[in-house]
């Protein structure tokens, strides 16, 4: 068994004992804070333990930290010890004063296992920790029966990890999907190349090829054809414990996020956010709304049912999230996690409602009857906007896929949705134009569809440059005033990279095409507008509400709302 020293907090400048601990398995001398837990076999409270969400990374970052600090309040309040073992200096949770002792060890089972060992630990709590968290979930139960001939009394606090597996496994899903009269995607898994190009055949492109068992989209692409798929499966790791998970993409769909909690008995439904950006761009990446804005009642009083039965059916306890689509008023599931989400931190401020305090309550096993909840709050739309480190990543494609690639996120909040989206807009630093040039260069199935904010740019007092094809269907079936310019590979001037230099670009629209020289085209213009700090969209509802909000900039930035600052 390995040593437990204190990290020495005041850098031996003078004596300090906090409980702030990290293992080694160096031989010493034993002083006080090494291999000692004060008063143990006194202590009468329950001793939880939390799992962190380890270094903050791209696609696993801050807001898991978030439910992390709140299920250590939740643990607290119900008259517990709370234990925190993580291994991020950068974070609240990772602060000694947070909760009643800190471990700054790896997430690995081995680490996990020693300190619950040496704390003598009666709980532990993996799902505010994100993927890396609740990844320990099987190998941990697998362990129990060890930990417990070494005299561990252990409870994995929540959802069991059966249910976790079964919401994880994409086979065991399915079946539970069949079994509950819930819609997927058509999907495979396969665990070896030639399995992936049978599934390929079987579905037909495109396809939503990715990993399982990640976080923020590691691995994800959408493919549209035999060489991209050879492409993809040159980099691929396979193996039957790891598979490939390849769906069907439904193309031009509406994406929802749901954040809940479930008792065992009883769901509280925290939020349905509608994304912006259409299904197949990573939730993290995409703009969202509270209240979803495009999606029907009857189409919501089904999310809200489904959401229900599938936290009751597979035995949730503690915090879920599901991610829908829509796609010609039909509902489809995409997956479930039976963990705490990146959206929690925005469905706390936009609605009111704690939900990772209440989950880590209910994990512990309070009843959602009992818990004081507040009452939601209804009276704005809120958008959460994610924001990107293009600038510091050179030769990174800045137009977003299904693989995570924002480091941050905003908020803004108004009474009218084109307003707060602007206000989420400014907040990401990036200028919403208020006149000058839009270039506007898309996809031959997005032509017609752009025409209606062509002429709204127009309207506004906008000059419109556009590309031979885009500008052909301005033109002729939309009669507007375009501009044409050259292609990019072309290698003529004007070029859209000769117009952004020359400052007569203040805004881009670019759907971007998967083959041809546009491939190339849209990844030159999309770098150095990040470097000239011009805005672009890449999709046509980012498209619309980009219009909108130039119009709301245009009247007037909208006045902030008064808030009421607390901790959520």
Same mark, same amino acid.
């Given at each position: 068994?390995?040593?437990?020293?204190?990290?020495?907090?005041?850098?031996?400048?003078?004596a300090?004992?906090?409980?702030?601990?990290?293992?080694?398995?160096?031989?010493?001398?034993?002083?006080?804070?090494?291999?000692?837990?004060?008063?143990?076999?006194?202590r009468?409270?329950?001793?939880?333990?939390?799992?962190?969400? +380890?270094?903050?990374?791209? %696609?696993?970052?801050?807001?898991?930290?978030?439910?992390c600090?709140?299920?250590?309040?939740?643990?607290?309040?119900?008259?517990?010890?709370?234990?925190?073992?993580?291994?991020? =200096?950068?974070?609240?949770?990772?602060?000694?004063?947070?909760?009643?002792?800190?471990?700054?060890?790896?997430?690995?089972?081995?680490?996990?296992?020693?300190?619950?060992?040496?704390?003598?630990?009666?709980?532990?709590?993996?799902?505010?920790?994100?993927?890396?968290?609740?990844?320990?979930?099987?190998?941990?139960?697998?362990?129990?029966?060890?930990?417990?001939?070494?005299?561990?009394?252990? *409870?994995?606090?929540?959802?069991?990890?059966?249910?976790? @597996?079964?919401?994880?496994?994409?086979?065991?899903?399915?079946?539970?999907?069949?079994?509950?009269? $819930?819609?997927?995607?058509? %999907?495979?898994?396969?665990?070896? =190349?030639?399995?992936?190009?049978?599934?390929?055949?079987?579905?037909?492109?495109?396809v939503?090829?990715?990993?399982?068992?990640?976080?923020?989209?590691?691995?994800?692409? /959408?493919?549209?054809?035999?060489?991209?798929?050879?492409?993809?499966?040159?980099?691929?790791?396979?193996?039957?414990?790891?598979?490939?998970?390849? @769906?069907?993409?439904? +193309?031009?769909?509406?994406?929802?996020?749901?954040?809940?909690?479930?008792?065992?008995?009883?769901?509280?439904?925290g939020?349905?956010?509608?994304?912006?950006?259409?299904?197949?761009?990573?939730?993290?990446?995409?703009?969202?709304?509270?209240?979803?804005q495009?999606?029907?009642?009857?189409?919501?009083?089904?999310?809200?049912?489904?959401?229900?039965?599938?936290?009751?059916?597979?035995?949730?306890?503690?915090?879920y999230?599901?991610?829908f689509?829509?796609?010609?008023?039909?509902?489809?599931?995409?997956?479930?996690?039976?963990?705490?989400?990146?959206?929690?931190?925005?469905?706390?401020?936009?609605?009111?409602? =704690?939900?990772?305090? *209440?989950?880590? &309550?209910?994990?512990?096993?309070?009843?959602?009857?009992?818990?004081?909840?507040?009452?939601?709050?209804?009276?704005?739309?809120?958008?959460?906007?994610?924001?990107?480190?293009?600038?510091?990543?050179?030769?990174?494609?800045?137009?977003?896929?299904?693989?995570?690639?924002?480091t941050?996120?905003?908020? +803004?909040?108004?009474?009218?949705?084109?307003?707060?989206?602007?206000?989420?807009?400014?907040?990401?630093?990036?200028?919403? =134009?208020?006149? +000058? %040039?839009?270039?506007?260069?898309?996809?031959?199935?997005?032509?017609?569809?752009?025409?209606?904010?062509?002429?709204?740019?127009?309207? $506004?007092g906008?000059?419109?440059?556009?590309?031979?094809?885009?500008?052909?269907?301005?033109?002729?079936?939309?009669?507007?005033?375009?501009?044409?310019c050259?292609?990019?590979?072309?290698?003529?001037?004007?070029?859209?990279?000769?117009?952004?230099?020359?400052?007569?670009?203040?805004?881009?629209?670019?759907?971007?095409?998967?083959?041809?020289?546009?491939?190339?085209?849209?990844?030159?213009?999309?770098?150095?507008?990040?470097?000239?700090? /011009?805005?672009?969209?890449?999709?046509?509802?980012?498209?619309? &509400?980009?219009?909108?909000?130039?119009?709301?900039?245009?009247?007037?930035?909208?006045?902030?709302? $008064?808030?009421?600052?607390?901790?959520?």
């Open positions: 068994h390995p040593r437990f020293r204190m990290v020495d907090s005041c850098a031996a400048e003078f300090a004992v906090t409980p702030y601990y990290y293992t080694t398995y160096e031989c010493g001398s034993e002083s006080i804070g090494i291999d000692y837990v004060p008063n143990l076999s006194l009468k409270k329950r001793r939880i333990v939390v799992i962190g969400s +380890g270094p903050i990374r791209i %696609g696993q970052g801050i807001e898991f930290d978030y439910g600090v709140h299920a250590v309040g939740a643990i607290q309040d119900l008259g517990h010890e709370a234990i925190i073992i993580n291994n991020n =200096p950068e974070t609240v949770s990772t602060d000694f004063d947070t909760s009643d002792r800190l471990y700054f060890d790896p997430l690995t089972l081995e680490s996990v296992s020693e300190i619950l060992l040496r704390e003598d630990a009666h709980g532990i709590l993996l799902q505010f920790g994100g993927q890396t968290a609740i990844n320990l979930a099987l190998p941990l139960s697998n362990n129990l029966p060890h930990l417990s001939s070494l005299g561990l009394d252990l *409870i994995m606090e929540g959802t069991t990890p059966e249910a976790v @597996d079964e919401a994880s496994d994409r086979e065991r899903f399915e079946s539970f999907a069949q079994r509950n009269d $819930l819609r997927m995607p058509d %999907g495979m898994t396969a665990s070896s =190349p030639d399995q992936v190009r049978e599934a390929v055949r079987e579905i037909g492109y495109p939503l090829i990715r990993p399982s068992y990640v976080l923020g989209g590691r691995g994800m692409e /959408i493919l549209s054809s035999n060489r991209q798929l050879e492409s993809y499966m040159q980099d691929a790791f396979l193996s039957p414990e790891r598979p490939l998970l390849v @769906d069907e993409y439904l +193309g031009n769909a509406i994406e929802l996020d749901v954040d809940a909690v479930s008792d065992g008995r009883e769901v509280l439904v939020a349905i956010m509608e994304h912006l950006e259409e299904a197949g761009i990573h939730s993290g990446d995409s703009t969202c709304f509270i209240p979803p495009n999606v029907s009642d009857d189409v919501l009083k089904q999310v809200d049912e489904w959401t229900r039965k599938i936290g009751l059916e597979l035995g949730i306890v503690g915090c999230n599901i991610q689509a829509i796609r010609d008023k039909t509902l489809y599931v995409l997956e479930v996690n039976p963990r705490g989400s990146r959206t929690f931190p925005f469905v706390a401020k936009a609605t009111g409602v =704690p939900l990772a305090r *209440i989950a880590a &309550m209910v994990a512990l096993g309070e009843k959602l009857c009992h818990l004081n909840i507040p009452k939601r709050q209804d009276e704005a739309v809120c958008v959460k906007a994610p924001v990107f480190p293009f600038i510091k990543l050179r030769g990174l494609d800045p137009a977003p896929g299904p693989e995570m690639k924002s941050g996120e905003v908020m +803004g909040s108004h009474e009218r949705a084109s307003a707060a989206y602007l206000k989420a807009r400014l907040a990401t630093e990036s200028p919403v =134009p208020t006149e +000058g %040039g839009v270039y506007i260069t898309v996809k031959d199935s997005d032509k017609d569809s752009i025409i209606t904010q062509a002429k709204s740019l127009i309207e $506004l906008f000059k419109i440059y556009a590309t031979s094809g885009t500008a052909s269907v301005l033109r002729e079936k939309g009669g507007l005033d375009v501009e044409t050259y292609r990019i590979t072309e290698g003529l001037t004007p070029d859209a990279l000769d117009l952004m230099r020359q400052g007569k670009i203040q805004l881009i629209i670019n759907t971007p095409r998967n083959t041809g020289g546009a491939v190339l085209d849209g990844n030159m213009m999309r770098r150095l507008a990040v470097e000239l700090n /011009i805005p672009f969209v890449t999709t046509m509802a980012g498209a619309r &509400m980009e219009v909108l909000a130039i119009a709301e900039a245009m009247d007037g930035i909208p006045e902030p709302r $008064l808030l009421n600052i607390r901790s959520l």
